[in-house]
C-alpha cells in the first residue's frame, strides 16, 4: 500500500501520486480516502488565503483524476477481451463503481453489435436520438438562452462587435516590427484611423 510518511497529505505528495500516474502505465496503489483527503487539502488551501498554492494543488489534483479516469476507461475496454476484474486492479471505491459501469457498457454495445451483424441487420439496436435531431423547440430555446446572456455580456463590457470588439474596428496581430511589445510577446494592435 502507502507508506505512513506518505499518506498525509500534502502538496509534494500530489506531485508525487501525479508523476507515479504520468509515468506507470497501471494505476498507482492509494489508500482507500484519498479522494476525501484530496478533498479536505483543497479546502484547507482554499480557506488559508493563497490562491497560488490553492490553484496548484487544485490543477494538479485535477490531472490525477484524469490520469486514472483515462487507466480506468482503458482497463475497461480491454476487460472485454482478458476478462480483468475490479480487484485486480488498484481502483479507488468510486473508480471502481466507474469500471463496472463502463465494462457493462462496452459488453451491452458488444452484443448490441454482434447481434446486428448476425440477425442481418434486424436486430434490436435501440434508436439513440443524435444532437442533430433534437427537436426545433429545444434547439429555439438554447439559441434564444445563447443570445440573451452575449447581450447581457456585450451590454456589462460595453463590446457589441464580432468577438466582444468595438463596432467598426480592425483586430491585427502584429509580431515583428513596430507592434512588438517588450520581450517578444504578440499583442494586438488597432489599425491606425480605424476607431
Given at each position: ?26 494505476l ?28 496548484n ?133 488597432e ?5
Open positions: 500500500m502507502v507508506e505512513e510518511e506518505d499518506s498525509v497529505l500534502s502538496f509534494n505528495r500530489l506531485r508525487k501520486v501525479e508523476k507515479q500516474e504520468r509515468r506507470n502505465e497501471d498507482s496503489s492509494l489508500e482507500n480516502d484519498f479522494f476525501l483527503s484530496a478533498a479536505q487539502y483543497l479546502e484547507d488551501k482554499e480557506n488559508s488565503g493563497n490562491r497560488r498554492e490553492y490553484m494543488a487544485k490543477r494538479l489534483f485535477k490531472r490525477i483524476v484524469s490520469q486514472r479516469r483515462q487507466k480506468v476507461v482503458k482497463n475497461a475496454r480491454l476487460s472485454l477481451k482478458s476478462d480483468i476484474k475490479a480487484s485486480e486492479l488498484s481502483l479507488l471505491p468510486r473508480e471502481t463503481e466507474l469500471f463496472l459501469s463502463l465494462k457493462d457498457d462496452f459488453e451491452r454495445h458488444e452484443h448490441e453489435i454482434e447481434d446486428v451483424v448476425e440477425n442481418g441487420g434486424s436486430g434490436s439496436v435501440p434508436r439513440v436520438e443524435t444532437p442533430s435531431e433534437q427537436s426545433q423547440e429545444e434547439a429555439g430555446t438554447d439559441r434564444g438562452r445563447n443570445e440573451r446572456r452575449l447581450r447581457k455580456r456585450a451590454h456589462k463590457t460595453g463590446r457589441t462587435g464580432v468577438h466582444g470588439h468595438r463596432p467598426g474596428v480592425i483586430r491585427t496581430f502584429r509580431t515583428g516590427g513596430e507592434g512588438r511589445s517588450s520581450g517578444g510577446k504578440r499583442r494586438d494592435t489599425k491606425p484611423g480605424e476607431r
